[in-house]
């Protein structure tokens, strides 16, 4: 139970990073579908479902990450 609830605190920590960290004007400025699978994977940080939803190949899903200076694990 200690290891579930310290992976929970870790995932929170993560989470609260990406949401400080990012480059919200940048994000609005996103296409919509490539925005919503930016905001969902600082959200959830579940790379693959962001990038599938985003309709971008992997790199250039993560280059957007980058640029929107969103911390990946």
């Known amino acids: 139970m200690e290891k579930l609830r310290e992976l929970a605190e870790r995932e929170q ?3 609260e990073l990406r ?3 990012a ?3 940048y994000i609005d400025s996103l296409p919509p579908r490539i925005k919503a699978a930016v905001k969902l994977f600082i959200e959830t940080g579940d790379l693959r479902l962001s990038q599938r ?3 971008l190949g992997l790199e250039d899903f993560v280059e957007h990450l980058r640029r929107a200076n969103v911390w990946i694990t």
């Open 23 to 25: 480059d919200w004007k």
């Open 19 to 21: 949401r400080r960290e």
């Open 53 to 55: 939803i985003s309709g």
């Open 13 to 15: 920590e993560a989470r």
